[in-house]
């Protein structure tokens, strides 16, 4: 078994963006610039957004921070993010989920420029997706590829069965393991909660991509030999021994599944800290569309 | 066996149509106007784009043939679009593919504006689709959801395997089966040329959708008791006896295959007819959207 390690592998990319963002500073280019938009005080999203201004400056990109109230209405939403489509300054933004009720969600992110999203959610990108063109991928579906990539994991002619069809996750991941090249060329089947037989089709699997948030829920005597496993389910469960009071774990029973693996994502330290590593190159992708689009 | 009449339900859908045009026409509204361009003189296209136009009068639309020349350049094609873009009076149009070589496809297609976009194509209008929003949906997939729901054919919970991933039939489709609702809420298996084992997947399927365009490739023995099958193959067999030399057949076996399926659709007279009228559905919404956009 080899640990598909997201944490290394994280730190690797975000390197490497630092040693290409260096090389713009050497030319006297500018540096990409990520705003990040955050409505509300919400705990765990202030965490996240946090997190993504912290690597920001590990990379050495520049970041704004915008943090609005959470009585903020749509229409100032939509100001604030076409202020943010005009602003010549920034590269790449995203507008930080979820978001009050009063606000449609939805006509936000269609309201983003799709050349600066960076979070590839907007219908155009996620289309470009759909439509093998070359676009802006979400961050965790682009993470999982990256993975993929890095460990040359073997995904030509294999059954990919993805479970949970959510448009962060299963459905974008669903749609580009079956894309051709590699990562890619998979015979994917898309799981979900109307899926009869469930069992029987992840015994089928050679690669399984657990997107479900039910701790536990994939079980060793589920998974085929030698299947790559991906969890990207991320619960708390209560944890009295943890400084918080609760820990981290993922839809795969790990201790059990590992031993019969050929490749598998630990929780924490698999796809999680992949995200934030892809909005980075999301961003630094983002920069350099712009400068193209400017010669 | 029941017959998924394809000939009958685009007669039907069309009838609907004129009914609703008609109305249009005592409110003494502007009735539902689609444009179809045409590069070049390809036979195959000529007839599509033909029967287009014909449908158009069927159904009490007004219809506009543009028809270039097979050495008009791109950026005169890319003129006629952004034409078509501009007048108030096209609801919807398409630009009948394949185009001539010195013309990027692509570039062609991302220029029409999604709001015209009957055919379905644009990354916004396929990003859309995937993303559960309401959009134009490629005519063969939505006529396939028309027939599956105009004969109540159960998909919830149902393992759909699709035979093929091109833009147009298979990937679409594979994830419209698998949306939420119905016809949706299938377990979606997509398989393509680099599928492994295809024939076992097969036979686990509830739905098979075929789009491989390989003449009597899905043989009675392939699938289970009572599936339902949906033969998207279209494909030329030299034939003596016929007027032109050729019959049409599909990717299905059906004198067998029939025998053991509970719905097939025929080739021809199953999904073939249905993409017309859907074509001509789409543009009935396309002038709807605008009139509310105008309101």
Do not use: W
């Amino acid at each position: 078994m080899e640990l598909l390690d997201g944490k290394l592998v994280s730190k690797q990319i975000k390197e490497e963006i630092a040693v290409t963002v260096n090389k713009m500073k050497e030319r006297g280019e500018k540096v990409p610039h990520l705003a990040a938009v955050i409505v509300g005080n919400d705990g765990a999203s202030l965490t996240y957004v946090g997190s993504k201004v912290k690597a920001c400056k590990l990379v050495g990109f520049e970041s704004t921070l915008v943090q609005l109230p959470s009585t903020t209405s749509e229409v100032e939403l939509l100001r604030t993010v076409k202020e943010l489509n005009e602003n010549d300054e920034i590269d790449g933004f995203i507008v930080q989920l979820p978001l009050p009720k009063q606000i449609d969600t939805q006509k936000v992110l269609m309201a983003i420029d799709p050349d600066k999203d960076v979070d590839g959610f907007h219908p155009t990108n996620f289309g470009k997706m759909a439509l093998d063109m070359s676009t802006f991928i979400p961050a965790t579906p682009f993470g999982i590829l990256e993975l993929l990539e890095r460990y040359k994991v073997e995904t030509n002619g294999k059954h990919t069965v993805v479970i949970g069809r959510s448009h962060i996750v299963g459905r974008p991941m669903s749609i580009l393991m079956g894309r051709k090249g590699f990562p890619g060329n998979s015979t994917v089947t898309l799981t979900h909660s109307h899926t009869k037989n469930i069992t029987q089709i992840i015994s089928q699997a050679d690669i399984v991509i657990s997107a479900l948030g039910v701790p536990n829920f994939l079980k060793a005597e589920m998974v085929k030999d030698d299947a790559v496993i991906i969890d990207v389910g991320i619960s708390r469960v209560p944890d009295e021994s943890a400084k918080r009071g609760y820990r981290i774990v993922g839809d795969v029973d790990f201790e059990n599944v590992s031993k019969k693996a050929s490749y598998i994502t630990p929780v924490p330290g698999g796809v999680g800290p992949m995200t934030i590593a892809m909005l980075m190159k999301n961003t630094l992708l983002a920069r350099e569309k712009h400068m193209l689009a400017r010669k």
